[in-house]
């Protein structure tokens, strides 16, 4: 029986809708894990944290003026990442204080904007909670587009990232544009939050972008294999959560993010035991 149920298990990976999920798994994982090395040096996870729970309101929005929720929060939350980034550089406050305060301000008006939708009969919950099993091809080709604009944007870029990333002061001094490269990092990092939204929703997209990046640093020093090897964690962590998923019927977002906190704790202990050793 257990052979069986494990067979049959497995044959739902062979289904449409399945390898859809899979394919935008791994592409997720290698969008999260590429941006994520680069956020969580310039101590950008909190940011990423803000814009995924401030999209709620982009999907409120959407839905009141009877838009697809999913197209509306490509440019809400480029707009607001950017917004928000705006008002850092213009107030003297702590970043993470103006982070907290349009956080709270964002999820209070997607809260009173929810109270003016009466009825909705799509997908609102699943855009909320994720539900990577309903990518289509129009997902897919879009999660591609924006890793590939990612990959060539950061590609032909590398240097001033990297200057950008490690030394700010340095980056000026040889003559970086600095606030150009911060800004359009913020637009890829907002892109990979909107698109990422869908697939484990607003609770847990944050974690696509920080949980490979952080397993990533505990057991690299180079820049270069660190961001190759916080990549890899977010695919292979796609990959091995939506396994788990098929085979023992677990919810598929979580169950990737279940997949990357394994890698995270392995790291640590492959970490700890370097530092013995």
């Known amino acids: 029986m257990l052979n069986l149920d494990f067979t049959q298990q497995l044959e739902l990976l062979q289904l449409p809708f399945m390898q859809r999920a899979l394919l935008g798994g791994v592409l997720l994982g290698l969008l999260g894990g590429l941006l994520g090395s ?16 401030a999209a709620l309101l982009g999907i409120v929005l959407g839905v009141l003026l009877n838009l697809d929720p999913t197209l509306t929060l490509l440019p809400f939350t480029v707009l607001f990442g950017l917004g928000v980034i705006y008002l850092i550089d213009r ?130 020093r180079q820049f270069t294999v660190f961001v190759l090897l916080s990549t890899g964690v977010g695919a292979v962590s796609a990959v091995i959560g939506m396994l788990l998923s098929a085979l023992l019927n677990l919810a598929s977002g979580p169950s990737i993010v279940v997949a ?14 370097r530092l013995a050793v």
Request: with cysteine.
């Open 91 to 220: 107030t003297d406050l702590w970043s993470d204080t103006v982070l907290n305060i349009v956080f709270s301000a964002s999820l209070a008006l997607a809260v009173i904007a929810l109270s003016f939708i009466r009825s909705y009969r799509g997908s609102l919950m699943s855009l909320l909670f994720g539900d990577i099993l309903a990518i289509n091809e129009r997902d897919l080709w879009l999660c591609l587009a924006v890793l590939s604009i990612c990959v060539v944007s950061l590609g032909l870029t590398l240097r001033s990232q990297m200057l950008l990333t490690l030394h700010e002061g340095m980056a000026k001094a040889q003559g970086v544009a600095v606030r150009w490269h911060r800004a359009w990092f913020v637009v890829l990092l907002s892109l990979a939050v909107a698109v990422a939204i869908k697939a484990v929703g607003v609770l847990l997209v944050n974690a696509f972008l920080v949980i490979p990046a952080a397993t990533a640093k505990l057991i690299s």
């Open 38 to 53: 680069f956020a969580i040096l310039r101590q950008l996870s909190f940011f990423s944290h803000t814009v995924g729970h």
């Open 260 to 273: 990357q906190f394994a890698l995270f704790l392995v790291a640590v202990v492959l970490s700890r035991f």
